[in-house]
């Protein structure tokens, strides 16, 4: 879908479906909606990565269920900037969509319906259904990387990034932790929970640790949460501390973990968004660093190992908090990551979440302050990334950017089917299932070291 989503709609899609755990992924297979599927896409290059100089396209077919709409396709630089449109002709059974990459960039190729069977008796039009993108409105896309290792900044990182955030931590690093736990009764046995209130600067950070329910130290694993307003799941994180994890699980919000609601306003990210000192990232930001501070006043942690984890606005609170704080992380496990490439529609690339105006000089400047981009040329850890080719949420060419910034070991993981993964969540479980191998190889006391990836 080529327009943004109103928050509104985006925190409650969020809140219902994304990120472990997704309420989507719960359900069983027969439970799902069954989205009939008129076409099929065979790229030309199976990895869907390209260099410059190379055509990039796909070879579309019926099926398979037979197409019962004609369909036009335009394709995008970054899903912005158009570079050529036309009709699918699957007379001779198949036709194909190319061009040609001529710099670094992201290809979104949009296959739209735009012919259906006529009106039924009563002259009610029937809606196109169908498609690829999990909307089930006849939208489909298909994207492709060109040269994503080489994609740079489309806006400079400011100047006094470094000063103004430094002087956060300072300000902050003043203020007594004041812990506060209330034990928390869970079913999974031999763990040991609590809910965690904490004093940071401007809020409080709030959340559950847990713990395997023995003597020792344990590596720590920090979760941070994806976007919306809703209760963390208190027995995932349960269900890693028996695995032997050290569990911090970081509300986004400053209300306790166990509210659905609170007194959160749903449009929390429009708020403070034209000025850096008021916007609703910067005290959430200094909560994910607070829990930091904490989780290292512990004398169960190791005192060596801390993996970040999440998706989409926890890859988000991931890669920031991993730029924040260098020195202290061991790893960085992201799906999805949101908040990159802020000011990417002043710059022919089609932005995503928080969805910041464009429009407005003052947003788009204090956005930097907050944007993933500007905070990976900071981290030291090793860094492993998954994308959607086609996700509208988080865009692919902002990752790839932020990729790029980052000086330490990485490893891109490209999902080339996949939109967001709430709502293409079949088509993403590679992400996850790579975070889940890195983060038992490391609590087995093994060391993560991203594999070399040739990637143009």
């Given amino acids: 879908m080529n327009s943004r989503h109103p928050f509104h709609q985006l925190s409650l ?37 390209y260099d410059v100089g190379e055509t990039v396209g796909w070879t579309v077919t019926p099926g398979p269920v037979a197409p019962s709409y004609s369909y036009k396709w335009t394709i995008r630089r970054n899903n912005a900037v158009v570079l050529g449109e036309g009709k699918l002709d699957l007379s001779s059974g198949k036709d194909k969509i190319e061009i040609a990459a001529d710099q670094p960039e992201m290809i979104y190729v949009a296959i739209e319906p735009y012919a259906q069977p006529v009106s039924d008796a009563a002259g009610t039009a029937p809606k196109f259904v169908g498609g690829n993108t999990g909307r089930d409105n006849g939208l489909y896309a298909v994207g492709a990387a060109v040269a994503p290792s080489k994609i740079t900044l489309a806006t400079p990182r400011p100047t006094d990034f470094d000063a103004f955030w430094e002087a956060k931590l300072a300000a902050q690093a003043k203020i007594p932790i004041h812990a506060e736990l209330t034990p928390v009764p869970t079913d999974v046995p031999g763990v040991e929970m609590n809910m965690f209130v904490l004093d940071a600067l401007g809020s409080k950070a709030h959340g559950y640790v847990a713990k395997p329910a023995r003597e020792g130290k344990f590596p720590a694993l920090i979760q941070l949460q994806y976007a919306g307003v809703y209760a963390l799941n208190a027995r995932a994180d349960a269900q890693r501390a028996a695995e032997g994890w050290l569990m911090i ?52 942690w190791d005192g060596k190992t801390i993996v970040l984890t999440g998706g989409s606005m926890g890859g988000q609170q991931s890669i920031v908090l991993a730029g924040l704080r260098p020195e202290k992380i061991t790893a960085v496990l992201v799906c999805v990551p949101a908040g990159a490439d802020s000011n990417g529609d002043l710059h022919g690339r089609k932005a995503g979440y928080p969805n910041w105006p464009s429009d407005n000089s003052a947003t788009m400047s204090a956005s930097r302050y907050f944007d993933t981009i500007n905070f990976a040329s900071r981290i030291q850890a090793p860094v492993m990334a998954g994308m959607g080719f086609i996700d509208t949420i988080s865009p692919p060419a902002g990752i790839w950017t932020m990729l790029n910034q980052i000086s330490s070991a990485k490893e891109p993981l490209p999902m080339i089917e996949s939109e967001h993964d709430n709502l293409t969540p079949a088509k993403g479980r590679g992400c996850p299932a790579r975070t889940k191998e890195i983060r038992d190889l490391i609590l087995k006391g093994g060391e993560y070291k991203p594999a070399g990836q040739k990637i143009p």
């Fill in 249 to 300: 699980n970081v509300d986004s919000h400053d209300k306790l973990p166990s509210e659905a609601l609170g007194d959160v306003p749903r449009n929390y990210a429009t708020i403070g968004n034209t000025d850096r000192e008021k916007s609703y990232f910067l005290s959430m930001y200094l909560r994910d660093s607070r829990a930091l501070d904490y989780l290292m006043t512990r004398s169960d």
């Fill in 13 to 49: 899609i969020l809140a219902l479906l994304s990120g472990p755990p997704s309420l989507l992924a719960q359900q069983p297979p027969a439970q799902r909606p069954q989205i009939i599927q008129q076409l099929t896409f065979n790229p030309y290059h199976a990895d869907g990565i």
